[in-house]
């Protein structure tokens, strides 16, 4: 380890002296991006002038420099999706069904081969797959209605369609074996679910979303991220990194590992008990009107199973500050949706005026999605707070990007919750559908996710991104909190070798 540790010091000081250096505005690679909310993703991010200038006032921040000043995105809680063809055999239950185990036949066999990977979503009020994921699990021809059902976002909307009813499973990567396959017997999920089926959804480098499991399937399950034990999975060529991620209906988070606890609320509708679609006889049979009754929306969260679905979310309380705190300028209070499927995070305009933002931001990030691209600002937040049994949770120095997005609750949302807050953090999502949710946040961990500039693989790249954070501290121009893997302000030997034995880590999968 000594000597892996003395070669590598000599190539972060040839690094470092070529000029490689990571900013407070990272390089986004071209084939990549991070992903925001409702199928959109940032694919480039500009500082200011005015951030190229000078370093960032961070009043709060110079105050209390222990405080985390988190990356402008997190983890990727990535996991295994296939379908089978198991729904009621009742025309009028339209009510979901969960399942422990993989149930039915799939419908694109072998399932073992046919899945695809995609995002554990809470943002995301349906099951959604996307382009040709949809033929690779089979939602084509007779399993799809003749129903449409609108997506979209801040650049546009598009068309889905709603698929007949099927099952819907997932698990984590662990759950892919080394030759490829997929272990059906590690699968959770639900049956008699309409999913959507949309066209590719992604920019001009490609499809970016595969699928989504949202919260039709995830209100009623805990999850647990792991951030610090990567997997690294191959799936048809392609190579997949993220966070262990396990799919329980049963888990009671040690106090002793999460010492946080956020409380989460569910929005948008109240109360609910299940989720499910609503049908209406086959009108393209007119010689049999009272056969085939087929999903006219699809499965969202419900109050019952033979209601109108209308979905819902879940919602943290975040405080926001901008500058010194007084008696004209107190902490703000936002109301946000907790979403695992962004791994940036957003704030509405009205919550950039109530904090007195400059008209002038940040920095300004291009947004790829649903209708095509825009551009839109971001700031730095001085200070965020989240409540939390166990202690406050506080960061400085926060991105966020300015969008105005329409809220399950009714008008525009106050903000996104993304997973950039939790880099450095195992969480386990507890969510429930009546009462009080949490979000358990453990505290840092030397995290072996190592994937610096989130291109999805890990190589020099990466090393190059830790190598310009060498040596450097908080008050450092070129700090990077990502390479800051043991959370303790100073980017040192100890990261190093907690980064190289995660880089070695990583090789041998």
Not at 39 to 66: F, Y
Not at 171 to 193: E, R, W
Not at 237 to 266: A, N
Request: with cysteine; proline share 7%.
């Amino acid at each position: 380890m000594f000597r892996r540790l003395s070669i590598l010091t000599c190539v972060i000081a040839s690094c470092v002296t070529a000029g490689l250096h990571a900013g407070s505005v990272p390089a986004i690679p071209p084939s990549t991006g991070f992903r925001l909310a409702n199928g959109m993703k940032i694919i480039s991010v500009t500082p200011s002038a005015k951030a190229l200038q000078s370093a960032p006032d961070i009043r709060i921040a110079a105050e209390t420099p222990s405080l985390p000043q988190p990356p402008m995105a997190g983890f990727s809680p990535l996991v295994a999706i296939v379908t089978s063809d198991r729904r009621s055999s009742d025309d009028f239950d339209w009510e979901h069904a969960l399942v422990s185990s993989y149930v039915g036949k799939p419908l694109n066999p072998p399932a073992e081969e046919n899945f695809v990977v995609g995002i554990l979503d809470t943002g995301s009020v349906v099951d959604l797959v996307a382009g040709d994921s949809a033929t690779v699990l089979g939602l084509k021809g007779s399993n799809l209605t003749t129903s449409e059902f609108p997506i979209g976002g801040v650049s546009g909307t598009m068309d889905t369609i709603i698929t007949k009813p099927i099952g819907v499973f997932a698990a984590g990567l662990a759950a892919i074996k080394a030759d490829g396959q997929l272990d059906l017997s590690k699968l959770v999920g639900h049956t008699n679910v309409a999913a959507l089926a949309s066209p590719a959804i992604g920019c001009s480098n490609g499809e970016d979303v595969s699928a989504l499991v949202g919260t039709p399937l995830l209100a009623f399950y805990t999850t647990i991220i792991n951030v610090d034990q990567p997997r690294k999975v191959v799936v048809r060529g392609k190579t997949y990194i993220g966070p262990d991620v396990q799919i329980t209906s049963s888990y009671t988070p040690p106090t002793s590992v999460y010492r946080h606890k956020i409380p989460m609320e569910l929005g948008g509708l109240s109360p609910v008990a299940t989720a499910s679609y609503y049908a209406f006889p086959d009108l393209s049979d007119w010689e049999n009107i009272l056969g085939e009754w087929l999903p006219l929306t699809p499965t969202l969260l419900s109050m019952a199973g033979g209601d109108l679905p209308l979905g819902g979310s879940f919602f943290a309380d975040v405080g926001v500050l901008q500058g010194q705190a007084g008696p004209l300028n107190a902490l703000q209070t936002a109301r946000m949706l907790v979403d695992t499927g962004a791994q940036s995070s957003i704030i509405s305009s009205n919550i950039a005026a109530k904090l007195n933002l400059p008209l002038e931001p940040d920095f300004t990030a291009l947004i790829c999605g649903v209708g095509g691209t825009s551009e839109v600002p971001g700031y730095y937040v001085d200070y965020v707070r989240i409540n939390a049994m166990g202690g406050a949770l506080e960061f400085a120095h926060v991105p966020f990007v300015v969008l105005d997005m329409d809220s399950p609750e009714g008008g525009s949302l106050d903000g996104i919750l993304g997973t950039n807050l939790f880099w450095n953090r195992n969480v386990v999502l507890e969510p429930t559908t009546s009462g009080t949710g949490f979000l358990h946040i453990s505290d840092p961990v030397p995290f072996a996710f190592i994937d610096l500039n989130l291109d999805g693989v890990i190589d020099g790249q990466d090393f190059a991104v830790f190598a310009a954070a060498w040596r450097t501290t908080v008050a450092d121009p070129a700090w990077n909190p990502m390479c800051d893997l043991f959370v303790d302000d100073v980017i040192d030997a100890r990261d190093l070798e907690a980064f190289v034995d995660a880089w070695v880590y990583m090789l041998s999968k």
